[in-house]
Structure formats: C-alpha cells, structure tokens
C-alpha cells in the first residue's frame, strides 16, 4: 500500500482544513488508519484513527471535538478535518495504515507527510 497526503498548508488561529490521503495498492479497506503528526525534534505523535470500516474512531485529547476522521473504503481514501485550529495544531501531518492504535509502530504503511502551519 503507497499512501499520499495532500492539503496542507498555512491557516490562520480558528481557521478550518482538510487533510486527505489517497491509497494506492490492494487491500486498502483490510487496514485500519490513522494520522499522526511530528514537530521537528519531538516524536511523531497521534492524533487520529479510523477502524477497516470506519465505524470507530479515536482520538488524542488536545484534538478531540475538533478533528474528524473519515475514510472512503470505495475511493481509497482517508480524511481529516480539522476544525478551530490552534498555533500548537503546527506539524507536519502523516497518515498511516496498518493496526487499529494509537501506536506507531502497529501501523505498516505512511505517507509521506503534509505540512500544516497555524499562525496566531
């Protein structure tokens, strides 16, 4: 499975933005998927997952009620919405596949990563 993140960019603080990820290669609906972000210097980080048929989702605390995850099993695709960004929402993005988690090393599969900059 190749993965591509795209939708990155620079927002202002409360400003709204969707992160897509496209999915090439077979099985893409068998894995369940996530977004994680990193900070130069820090260690990449979670944010969201999504299970193989989308039924459940988790999030971490500092994004919960205003990040979505969704994905489009027929497209290939995987999403993330992100609502009232903040200055400390900066980083760059990645979205993975692999094992339902908040872990990275249960996910087998990244993206490349996609660059958000929240100025205040």
């Known amino acids: 499975v190749q993965l591509q993140a795209s939708g990155g960019g620079m927002v202002q603080a409360g400003d709204s933005l969707r992160l897509s990820c496209a999915a090439s290669g077979r099985f893409f609906s068998s894995y369940a998927a996530g977004w994680f972000r990193q900070t130069p210097g820090k260690e990449r980080e979670f944010v969201a997952a999504?299970?193989?048929?989308?039924?459940?989702?988790s999030y971490s605390d500092s994004v919960k009620g205003r990040f979505t995850i969704s994905r489009d099993n027929a497209k290939a695709m995987v999403y993330l919405h992100m609502d009232s960004l903040k200055p400390e929402d900066t980083a760059k993005y990645y979205c993975?596949?692999?094992?339902?988690?908040?872990?990275?090393?249960?996910?087998?599969?990244w993206g490349q990563g996609t660059l958000v900059t929240v100025s205040s």
């Open positions: 993975a596949v692999g094992t339902y988690s908040a872990y990275v090393r249960h996910y087998n599969y």
């Open positions: 999504i299970t193989r048929s989308g039924s459940t989702t």
